[in-house]
Structure formats: structure tokens, C-alpha cells
């Protein structure tokens, strides 16, 4: 088990620096489409500035190789891959954009409504700033690294899965101004102005993939295990579309509880909450438990050089190193904050428990994870591979 010794200050977290402008709004629309109000559209063209609007994918022909550019449909110089002023394209791209936009607001919560269902945890501001919380977790516990992998100082193609509200990739175009980064979702809430070198997509990436083969260089996946059902199509995908030596690094959370001094009670809700929403969760095909699984799951797959590094991730200040009291207690608080983002999408509508039920079953896990004399942690995995040269 890798230790976390070495003692680092760092800036106050602020959720979404980088994002200035959110495309989001979490009151319940007023129309039929669920567009927020105010809350335009955005542009297919470029910014006069040299920042892109928000793209979304449209679908093509996989085998139109003259359709497609060897990266996802798009040239090489980062163009949009609209056509410029083809009707059609737009008229594909505003279909898609409207669907993408037609949000689901149950128990108070808003969730994505382009494949209603297919990711279980909301995606409103609250959820968006525990999001923006688990990045800033993570470059804490790495001391300011984006990834592990050894990607090279000059990646030139990278695609981020399930970008959430687009944090890591915007940082990382920023890190790496020679990439072109595509950085995907099911919905789009990601800032409007983004760096130049980066697009925001609508794609689901279970769907099959349209990169070329030994188009990539770098595909970054991170906190998908409620989003994937079947990992092995996905590595598959990304072992094709990766140009030989090219990466793959996914970032995952192991949530089954443990406590280095046993104080988790016998009782424990902690562990309650995870053994109800894994016995839930497998019905669906989502595994809480995949983040140990990963490094099989890559060799099988046929990738080499492949590195499992395992950072603890304690719940609550109680480590006596600063740097992980810190970790501790953004930890704690992102998970008492969005337990029930966590919890009522696959509670209510796989489990169908009652929302008041699961209302007093999370009081009682709120109240452990607070609780200073329980000294409970997760680990977080970070897995890497080289697609063979």
C-alpha cells in the first residue's frame, strides 16, 4: 500500500475555477424541450477569442472512412465536425443538443435525460460540486499530477470519458496545449469556453466507438463504475482506437469500508450503505466493488506494462498526516453531502423503496461517517496500461 507521507499545502479548493460558466441550471424547466432559461444554446462556431463553445457528437457512418477523420470525425486541426453551415448537420446537432438538454427532475433531484437511466446519479449543481470536490481529492492525494501514466511531455490525441463537468479534461488541455481532447458525456453541463485544443461531447462510451484505429494516444476513464456495465467492450474499444504504445489510466474509488483500528461498529451503516447499493447495483450490472479488479481486467485485455497504485482515502480527519486530515475531511464531506445523490436513483427506481425510507436509512450513515471516534477509509486505485507497440 502506497503511503502518504510527504506534507504539501494547497490552494483553498474552489469548486470550478476553470469554469467560469456552467451549462446547467437546476430549476424544473418551463417548456416541453427542459431547456433552462437563459441559458442559450451554444454556438457551432469558434469564439473570436480562440475558445471553443461546447460541441456535441453527432452520430456517422463508421465505415465512411472519407466521413470520418481518424479522430472521432473531426480534421486534425480541432475543427468542429458540423460541416460549417450544412443544415443538416445543424439541425442533427440541435436534435441531439434538445434531447441532451430534456433533463429528468425526480425527489427533487435533476438527472440526465438523453438515455434516461443509463448513469443513476444526478447531474444538478450539488452533484456537479461534489464532482469538481473528488477532483480536487484526487490532485491532492497525487500532489498535483492529472494522471500516473508516463504519457510523454507532448500527447496528441487523448479522449476523457465520462467527463462529468469537464474539470480534469480542462486542466489537462490546459497542462498539454499539444493534445486535441475530446472529453464525453451524457449530458452537458460542462463550462461553455474552454481552452482551444479541448471539445465537450454528447456520447455514451458503452455505444460503439468511432475513432479510427491507432487514432489515440491517451484514454482517460475516472469514478464510471455507476456509468459502465460492460468494462471488458470498453477496454476492447480503447485497445483499438489507441495508436500502438498509446495509454490507458482509469481512476476509481474502492468504497467497500475498512478501519486500520476496528472502530467501525459491528452495526456499522457505513457498511450497510454499500452492501444495499452493491446488492442493488449488481442487478443492473454496475460491480462497486470493480476498482480491484482492474488490473486483471487490462492484462486480460492484452495490455502490458500495467500498474495498480492504491492511495488510502480516509473518511474524516483522524490521520495525523496534514496533507491526508485534509483529504479526510473533503472526503467525509463529499460523501455525507452526496450520499443521496448516490443513493435514491437506485433506490427508488431499482430497489423501490419509499423516498421516506431512504431518507432515514441515509440520516444513520450521515451520522457514522461524522461520528470522530470512527476511523473508517475507502482506497482510491489508479490503473494503467500500454497498448503493445
Not at 116 to 134: A, H, I, Q, S, W
Not at 147 to 170: C, K, S, Y
Request: proline content about 7%.
Amino acid at each position: 500500500m502506497e503511503k502518504n507521507k510527504v506534507e504539501t499545502s494547497s490552494p483553498p479548493w474552489r469548486c470550478g475555477t476553470m469554469s467560469p460558466e456552467r451549462a446547467s441550471d437546476d430549476s424544473p424547466p418551463n417548456n416541453s424541450t427542459g431547456s433552462s432559461p437563459g441559458n442559450a444554446s451554444p454556438s457551432l462556431t469558434s469564439d473570436p477569442g480562440g475558445l471553443n463553445p461546447v460541441q456535441v457528437s453527432t452520430p456517422s457512418n463508421e465505415n465512411d472512412d472519407e466521413a470520418a477523420s481518424d479522430f472521432g470525425g473531426r480534421e486534425a486541426d480541432g475543427d468542429s465536425a458540423y460541416g460549417g453551415d450544412d443544415s443538416a448537420n445543424r439541425s442533427e446537432y440541435a436534435s441531439l443538443l434538445s434531447e441532451a438538454r430534456d433533463y429528468v427532475f425526480e425527489n427533487g433531484r435533476r438527472y440526465h435525460g438523453y438515455k434516461e437511466g443509463r448513469y443513476m446519479l444526478p447531474n444538478d449543481e450539488t452533484e456537479m460540486d461534489r464532482e469538481d470536490m473528488k477532483h480536487h481529492i484526487s490532485m491532492l492525494i497525487t500532489e498535483g499530477r492529472l494522471h500516473l501514466a508516463p504519457i510523454g511531455n507532448h500527447p496528441q490525441r487523448v479522449v476523457d470519458i465520462g467527463t462529468g463537468t469537464g474539470i480534469w479534461a480542462i486542466e489537462f488541455a490546459d497542462a498539454y496545449p499539444s493534445a486535441q481532447v475530446i472529453a464525453t458525456d451524457l449530458s452537458p453541463i460542462q463550462p461553455t469556453w474552454v481552452p482551444p485544443n479541448l471539445n465537450f461531447e454528447i456520447d455514451d462510451a458503452e455505444d460503439e466507438w468511432l475513432y479510427k484505429t491507432d487514432s489515440l494516444d491517451f484514454v482517460h476513464c475516472r469514478y464510471l463504475f455507476h456509468g459502465i456495465r460492460n468494462w471488458p467492450k470498453l477496454l476492447d474499444q480503447a485497445m483499438r482506437a489507441l495508436k500502438p504504445g498509446g495509454w490507458i489510466e482509469i481512476v476509481e474509488m474502492h468504497v467497500i469500508p475498512t478501519s486500520y483500528d476496528n472502530s467501525l461498529p459491528a452495526n456499522s451503516q457505513i457498511q450497510a450503505f454499500y452492501d444495499v447499493l452493491a446488492e442493488v447495483g449488481q442487478g443492473i450490472g454496475i460491480d462497486l466493488a470493480v476498482a480491484q479488479k482492474f488490473q486483471g481486467m487490462l492484462e486480460k485485455a492484452g495490455y502490458e506494462e500495467v500498474t495498480e497504485t492504491v492511495f488510502d482515502l480516509p473518511l474524516g480527519g483522524w490521520m495525523p498526516d496534514r496533507r491526508m486530515r485534509e483529504v479526510g475531511l473533503f472526503q467525509q464531506y463529499q460523501m455525507t453531502e452526496g450520499i443521496h445523490g448516490i443513493a435514491f436513483g437506485l433506490l427508488t427506481r431499482v430497489a423501490k423503496w419509499d423516498p421516506v425510507k431512504v431518507e432515514v436509512f441515509l440520516a444513520a450513515v450521515r451520522r457514522e461517517m461524522r461520528d470522530p471516534a470512527v476511523h473508517s477509509q475507502y482506497y482510491l486505485y489508479f490503473v494503467y496500461g500500454r497498448k503493445p507497440q
